[in-house]
């Protein structure tokens, strides 16, 4: 299995700020990234698609970048509503496999 | 609008088994793969399961194979996992997603809508 690993796991930041999530894949996964944002209590959201499609209405804050083991979502100007966990998931190989996640929180 | 609204879940005892559904509307049901994803409390995201449009393929995670049986029923659009020998480590809430896709990109693929989630929790 292709094991996905995240960095930082959590992160503490303020409205404004420009913001960095890495995400590191086991092996080469070429552009099979996705990036999903998850608040408590609810649904996970697709934000990126194929490493740095911006899925339809998510804002242009958020891109995306990376291609074979090395990725980054990129928030570039944080709003009160991006505070929530970030996950990253490769979908080139079954079993798909998510990274641990990333916890954006409030400075 | 694209819709998930999954059903079935609850407390089962360890050992017992519980069906999940989720509904589809809003799409053609028969036109994409399904998947389960599962949440253990305070954790991460672990695919479970996936089905293809026509139940051509199927594959589990290795932690639920052989207990597990994913199926769908395209003229219900729904989506079943039929989840038997429930261990405490299964209890999570259960996501089911759409495997998404672009013709324009090729073969990649990504869960998009998931549903809102139900929980079970399994403990005696």
């Known amino acids: 299995d292709i094991q996905m690993t995240q960095s930082p796991s959590s992160l503490s930041a303020s409205v404004g700020d420009r913001v960095t999530i890495t995400c590191r894949a086991s092996?080469?996964?070429?552009?099979?990234l996705n990036w999903y944002q998850q608040k408590p209590g609810k649904a996970p959201k697709l934000l990126i698609y194929?490493?740095?499609s911006l899925q339809s209405g998510v804002p242009s804050r958020f891109s995306g970048s990376g291609s074979g083991t090395d990725f980054t979502l990129t928030i570039s100007s944080l709003q009160p509503e991006d505070f929530a966990t970030y996950y990253c998931?490769?979908?080139?190989?079954?079993?798909?496999?998510f990274g641990q996640g990333t916890r954006l929180e409030i400075k | 609008e694209v819709q998930l609204v999954e059903s079935g879940g609850g407390l089962v005892k360890p050992g017992g088994s519980l069906r999940l559904s989720c509904a589809a509307s809003g799409f053609t049901f028969s036109s994409y793969s399904m998947n389960w994803v599962r949440q253990a409390p305070g954790k991460g995201l672990e695919w479970v399961s996936s089905?293809?449009?026509?139940?051509?393929?199927?594959y589990y995670a290795d932690s639920v194979k052989g207990r597990f049986t994913i199926s769908r029923d395209n003229a219900k659009n729904s989506l079943y996992l039929q989840m038997n020998s429930l261990r405490a480590e299964d209890t999570a809430v259960y996501y089911c997603?759409?495997?998404?896709?672009?013709?324009?990109?090729?073969?990649?693929?990504?869960?998009?809508?998931w549903g809102q989630g139900t929980l079970v929790t399994v403990s005696s």
């Open positions: 194929a490493a740095s």
């Open positions: 092996q080469s996964i070429s552009s099979y």
């Open positions: 998931q490769q979908s080139y190989s079954t079993p798909a496999t």
């Open positions: 997603a759409r495997d998404n896709f672009a013709p324009s990109y090729g073969d990649y693929d990504w869960f998009d809508p």
């Open positions: 089905i293809s449009s026509s139940s051509s393929y199927i």
